[in-house]
């Protein structure tokens, strides 16, 4: 496969001198050509057509439109992955009476709930959408005491560290878990770009997480980014272990490392810079200015060299992190996050299946594989439409040619017979 | 939606898009201008063609003809070997064949014991031929 995709880049090329002699020629990493992901693929054919410019812009556009449309979608597919057998039956009264218990250490991987949500990292982290994690964070504070949601109470355990959710009597297996989903939404633009911009530069987990605590959630992104790319086997090599334990230093000192040769230059962000390019991002309806609102983000953070050198391969590399953590984070919302655990949890439970969330990726595959495709696809396909209009402008003046050399061919031969 | 969460789909999608396959279709010629026309070509020289090739160097900005030392250049003899080659395996080697469509008309005409006989149909079954290039 990876010979039809590097034809594919030098077809490009080839386009690019018989089409038109004025524009660049942009080189591409010969790793990213071979890649298996589809993603990384179509920014590398992107790349070869119009350089990296695009690819930032394309970046402000999934986090302009993706985000919110997608929404609809993944919920449609989570409430068709979590639906119980027997759903039209009604709740079972023993779920009704003793609820359903969900261990804090097991639903929550990341530890967000650690964070205070009234300090000014946690009141990034969690932003004010209606969001599971914020309903979790008031059943948690409200020591005990029952907090409502719209088809079910909630209490919290602090002896057991775990939530008890009751489902309110009177309802089906189907009509709970519809509710249930339905209640929260599903993609928070505030918390998923500050969970991205978290992942480049730990900036919003160095207090409150332990080095150690870091690194069990890069050991869990690991094995999820495994399962995108279709391995089966979740284990991590040692190298690729060395590298996590070297991520977790990076990100509890609240960093970004860039290898730009000879030297590694880290790049640090300040709390409020953060907050103001969130803010700007969630109130823009403009992708140009979403992209430029990363640019200045970077452009903003300090660096441990003082160079200028390779600034832009720098830039270059942190819309790459970006958008490789964007994916990444999406994926996580609909499979491993508080809110997918909690769904996978009450389907186990009203379907009176044994509920394990300590093996749960292997327990839980098929509702990981089936969301996580289902999503992936869908940003795929977003990608592809606009790598798709940069393919259509490339190859118009070919077609023109082509068109014109078969009449002209067609007008030539009637001539040679007459 | 296209289901591109595998690489190779996205890839086969890619491809099939840049590869330009449907692009400029050919126009029939009619057949009565084939049939009195094509007896007239001259046929293909490998000379007249590589000739032509060379004349064109000036569109790639390279010089034409002999060299300063008076030696013809040897881009220019390797076009005329490149020519030479591709037209002999042409005219030598290449295989054309013909399918032949049923439902051509017939019309023919004949005799028998009992006199002149005269059949028109058409024809029922696909057929195929042979040609040459010259």
């Known amino acids: 496969m990876s010979e039809k995709q590097q034809n594919i880049i030098e077809r490009i090329k080839t386009y690019k001198s018989i089409g038109s002699s004025s524009i660049k020629n942009y080189n591409v990493n010969s790793t990213n050509v071979n890649t298996t992901d589809p993603v990384e693929y179509l920014f590398c054919v992107l790349e070869s057509m119009v350089g990296t410019e695009p690819m930032r812009l394309i970046i402000g556009d999934i986090l302009n439109t993706f985000i919110d449309d997608s929404e609809s979608t993944m919920k449609t597919s989570m409430i068709n992955n979590s639906m119980p057998t027997q759903s039209d039956t009604l709740i079972n009264s023993s779920i009704v009476t003793n609820g359903i218990n969900l261990p804090l250490n097991k639903i929550d991987t990341d530890n967000k709930l650690k964070v205070d949500k009234t300090s000014s990292e946690g009141s990034i982290l969690y932003g004010t959408d209606n969001t599971f994690d914020n309903k979790l964070y008031e059943i948690i504070q409200s020591n005990g005491n029952v907090v409502s949601g719209s ?12 939530v008890n959710i009751k489902p309110n009597s009177g309802q089906t297996n189907g009509e709970f878990i519809t509710s249930f989903i339905n209640e929260f939404l599903l993609f928070s633009k505030t ?28 050991v869990s992104d690991e094995q ?35 290898d730009i040769g000879c030297n590694i230059n880290e790049r640090t962000i300040n709390t409020d810079d953060l907050e103001t ?23 903003n953070s300090s660096q441990s060299l003082d160079t200028t050198k390779n600034k832009e391969s720098e830039k270059d590399n942190f819309f790459k992190k970006i958008i490789e953590y964007l994916k990444l984070v999406m994926v996580k919302e609909v499979t491993t996050s508080p809110f997918a655990k909690t769904i996978v949890s009450i389907n186990n439970s009203l379907s009176g299946n044994a509920n394990d969330l300590d093996d749960y990726f292997v327990a839980n595959s098929k509702f990981i594989k089936c969301l996580l495709k289902e999503l992936l696809n869908e940003l795929i396909n977003f990608i592809y439409t606009i790598v798709l209009v940069y393919v259509t402008e490339l190859v118009k003046p070919i077609v023109k040619k082509i068109t014109k050399e078969r009449v002209n061919n067609f007008n030539n031969t009637m001539k040679s017979l007459i | 939606m296209n289901d591109l969460t595998e690489i190779n789909k996205l890839v086969d999608v890619l491809y099939s898009t840049l590869d330009l396959k449907s692009i400029g279709k050919v126009k029939k010629i009619p057949s009565a201008l084939i049939l009195s026309g094509v007896p007239n070509r001259q046929g293909l020289s490998a000379i007249k063609i590589a000739n032509r090739i060379i004349s064109r160097k000036s569109e790639a900005g390279l010089p034409i003809g002999l060299m300063q030392s008076g030696n013809e250049a040897p881009d220019e003899i390797m076009e005329r070997i490149r020519i030479e080659e591709i037209i002999n395996a042409l005219i030598q080697e290449a295989v054309i064949t013909i399918g032949v469509d049923a439902g051509i008309s017939i019309t023919a005409n004949g005799a028998s ?17 042979y040609g040459v290039i010259q």
Do not use: W
Request: no cysteine; net charge negative; glycine share 6%.
């Open chain 1, 151 to 162: 088809s079910y109470t909630a209490t919290y355990d602090k002896t057991t560290s775990s």
């Open chain 1, 191 to 218: 918390v998923i770009i500050a969970n991205v911009i978290s992942m480049v530069f730990g900036s919003l987990f160095s207090t409150n997480i332990s080095e150690n605590e870091i690194y069990s959630s890069l």
């Open chain 1, 224 to 258: 999820l980014k495994n399962i995108i790319s279709g391995k089966t086997d979740l284990s991590i090599t040692i190298y690729r272990n060395s590298e996590l334990l070297q991520k977790a230093k990076e990100l509890k000192k609240n960093v970004m490392s860039n």
């Open chain 1, 277 to 299: 390019t969130i803010n700007n991002i969630v109130d823009s309806d403009n992708s140009l200015d979403i992209s430029n609102e990363l640019s200045n983000l970077f452009d």
């Open chain 2, 113 to 129: 014991p009992s006199g002149p006989v005269t059949v028109t149909g058409t024809s029922v079954s696909i057929g195929n031929g």
